[in-house]
């Protein structure tokens, strides 16, 4: 059941590079026209033009760092459950995620109306840091909820 665990979660974690992948090679018409719909859906259809564009950067911005929070949950619980014992886990976590973000990056190179940002490398690497603390966080509570059962 272990082993079937943790090719699961390399699984998920390759579902999610595909997701990021599909959504990086969309052209920047169609990533704008999305963030727009998606900004008129939620604040309503008598929303200006004007304000559309100014809220759609916000909500692409909020986008990339949401999705690689959930990139760095599922990076480092794949980690964590391929490299038990091993120290290190949150940073290997880290940085496979970062690493990714860069290559991302690199790839929007490619797609027409795209370009390489380091604003958005960092802000996807901060994404990835706040899935490895979540995770981190979860960790501790276990671990003491599991030393007070045992203490009590």
């Known amino acids: 059941m272990r082993k079937l665990l943790k090719y699961f979660s390399i699984l998920i974690v390759i579902i999610w590079m ?3 992948f599909q959504f990086s090679s969309e052209s920047s018409l169609k990533s704008e026209n999305t963030s727009n719909h998606f900004t008129k859906t939620i604040l309503g259809e008598n929303i200006t033009d004007q304000r559309v564009e100014e809220l759609s ?3 692409r911005k909020t986008a990339h760092f949401t999705l690689y929070t959930i990139g760095g949950v599922c990076i480092c619980l794949c980690v964590m459950l391929n490299y038990e014992g091993k120290k290190n886990i949150y940073l290997i976590g880290f940085s496979i995620g970062s690493i990714y973000a860069i290559t991302d990056e690199i790839h929007q190179l490619f797609v ?6 380091l604003r958005d490398v960092i802000i996807d690497s901060l994404g990835i840091l706040v899935g490895v ?11 003491h909820l599991k030393r007070s059962e045992d203490n009590g």
């Not at 027409?112 to 940002?117: D, I, V």
């Not at 981190?136 to 276990?142: A, R």
């Open 112 to 117: 027409p109306g795209r370009a390489c940002e």
């Open 57 to 59: 950067f916000m909500i």
């Open 133 to 143: 603390v979540i995770i981190k966080f979860f960790k501790l509570i276990i671990y």
């Open 18 to 20: 595909g997701i990021v």
